[in-house]
């Protein structure tokens, strides 16, 4: 059997139909300044050692920060952070009015995300036309019980739980 040539629309149309939650990955640059990015591609990956994977864009001019940083901080956006998540992913200054703190680790904690989990950079796998990228958990914390933000068919929306 022959490979099918599968079309880059056709391929994020179908895909598109498997929701995903909504993160942003923060770290501090070289310059002192935090830095982030907003994934729609983080998974748990083990427990036994506790790793988390993600997966950037290899044209992405934030990945190679968060690399350099060694450390990254894994924010579990909520379903009322939109606006923190568009302003993340948007050009200008990602961090303008951005509530955050700064962990142990020396990390950028974003206010009201619902989870954040802090790594250290495990390793970095070229995948296609991405990387797989493994962190290794330091320290974890969920913060609030409220819905996450997901992404589904190109839309920002929220958890609906259905009743038995």
């Not at 200054?93 to 509530?99: N, S, T």
């Not at 589904?152 to 009743?163: L, V």
Request: net charge negative; charged share 15%.
């Amino acid at each position: 059997m022959s490979e099918m040539r599968i079309e880059a629309a056709k391929f994020r149309d179908v895909l598109g139909h498997y929701p995903t939650g909504v993160c942003v990955l923060t770290a501090m640059g070289t310059t002192g300044k935090p830095v982030g990015m907003v994934v729609g591609s983080f998974s748990s990956v083990s427990l036994d050692p506790p790793l988390v994977g993600f997966f950037p864009a290899v044209s992405s001019s934030t990945w190679p920060l968060i690399e350099k940083a060694g450390h990254f901080c894994v924010n579990v956006l909520a379903s009322d952070q939109t606006d923190l998540c568009r302003q993340i992913a948007g050009p200008g200054d990602k961090f303008a009015g951005v509530e955050f703190s700064i962990s142990d680790h020396q990390l950028p904690v974003l206010a009201g995300a619902v989870a954040s989990i802090e790594c250290k950079l495990e390793s970095v796998t070229p995948a296609g036309d991405h990387f797989l990228v493994l962190g290794r958990v330091l320290r974890l914390e969920a913060y609030r019980q409220t819905d996450p933000m997901l992404f589904f068919r190109g839309q920002y929306g929220t958890f609906a739980s259905r009743s038995a």
